[in-house]
């Protein structure tokens, strides 16, 4: 990541170093840590040999006054001997809890992925979120809204020197429902808007994952991508598919 786009991922843990001293109500939990992994595996042989990989890792550190998430993804894809997917995204994002229902967020991200057209996409932002309805149970609606900055790096077998810099607006919403004491569904929307040319990328993850037995689960989630500007000879929209084992902790 460039030195640039270090320095707004510093200032996260520099900033939560005033932390107060209240109870952070949208904390449920009197765990300081608590996060899953997962992985999802496919292997074929016969006619043609395939191998499809993918992997999540998240945490949540729970402070008095502060949520910090860390979350990590990648997805490898194999057929006959030849790749056909690879790809790494990663964020940090820091939440100032002010009451029950309002934070301020300082996030980070980096996308990595060899077939985009990219050499990496990364972005910056903070801003306001509001967390409008939350039960006992965990289930909760928030959406946040901010500003940031974007920089994309278009690989050069697509261009010669080009890169996408520009400011951008961030819109943000999660969706959270415990159907039942062992099973969950999740809706996550994101959009980043560039402010100079209106281009957008916008992301939507549903999941839905039942337990098998104690912190044991199955998960199946769609992800969709859709990006208003590409590098030529890509696509603007991508899906995913996953059926994948969760741990969580």
């Given at each position: 990541?460039?030195?640039?786009?270090?320095?707004?991922?510093?200032?996260?843990?520099?900033?939560?170093?005033?932390?107060?001293?209240?109870?952070?109500?949208?904390?449920?939990?009197?765990?300081?840590?608590?996060?899953?992994?997962e992985?999802?595996?496919?292997?074929?042989?016969?006619?043609?040999?395939?191998?499809?990989l993918?992997?999540?890792?998240?945490?949540?550190?729970?402070?008095?006054?502060?949520?910090?998430?860390?979350?990590?993804?990648?997805?490898?894809?194999?057929?006959?001997?030849?790749?056909?997917?690879?790809?790494?995204?990663?964020?940090?994002q820091?939440?100032?809890?002010?009451?029950?229902?309002?934070?301020?967020?300082?996030?980070?991200?980096?996308?990595?992925?060899?077939?985009?057209?990219?050499?990496?996409?990364?972005?910056?932002?903070?801003?306001?979120?509001n967390?409008?309805?939350?039960?006992?149970?965990?289930?909760?609606?928030?959406?946040?809204?901010?500003?940031?900055?974007r920089?994309?790096?278009?690989?050069?077998?697509?261009?010669?020197?080009?890169?996408?810099?520009?400011?951008?607006?961030?819109?943000?919403?999660?969706?959270?429902?415990?159907?039942?004491?062992?099973?969950?569904?999740?809706?996550?929307?994101?959009?980043?808007?560039?402010?100079?040319?209106?281009?957008?990328i916008?992301?939507?993850?549903?999941?839905?994952?039942?337990?098998?037995?104690?912190?044991?689960?199955?998960?199946?989630?769609?992800?969709?991508?859709?990006?208003?500007?590409?590098?030529?000879?890509?696509?603007?929209?991508?899906?995913?598919?996953?059926?994948?084992?969760?741990?969580?902790?």
């Amino acid at each position: 990541m460039k030195q640039r786009y270090q320095l707004p991922l510093l200032a996260i843990f520099a900033t939560q170093m005033a932390y107060a001293a209240e109870t952070n109500p949208q904390n449920k939990t009197d765990k300081s840590w608590q996060g899953s992994a997962e992985l999802g595996v496919l292997l074929t042989s016969g006619n043609s040999d395939t191998t499809n990989l993918n992997s999540k890792f998240n945490v949540i550190q729970q402070l008095k006054t502060w949520r910090n998430t860390y979350a990590f993804a990648s997805i490898y894809a194999e057929s006959d001997d030849v790749k056909t997917e690879e790809q790494y995204r990663s964020s940090i994002q820091a939440d100032y809890i002010f009451n029950d229902r309002q934070f301020w967020y300082l996030r980070g991200a980096y996308n990595k992925d060899l077939f985009s057209g990219y050499e990496y996409q990364s972005s910056a932002s903070t801003g306001y979120g509001n967390r409008f309805w939350q039960e006992a149970d965990g289930s909760y609606l928030e959406a946040s809204v901010g500003a940031g900055y974007r920089n994309n790096k278009i690989d050069e077998d697509y261009a010669t020197d080009s890169s996408e810099r520009t400011p951008i607006a961030r819109l943000s919403a999660t969706y959270e429902k415990h159907l039942s004491s062992t099973s969950l569904f999740k809706q996550e929307l994101n959009s980043e808007i560039s402010t100079e040319n209106g281009s957008s990328i916008s992301e939507s993850t549903s999941s839905l994952q039942a337990n098998i037995v104690d912190n044991l689960a199955m998960k199946l989630s769609y992800r969709v991508k859709h990006s208003t500007d590409v590098p030529v000879d890509t696509k603007k929209v991508s899906t995913e598919t996953s059926v994948s084992v969760l741990y969580s902790f």
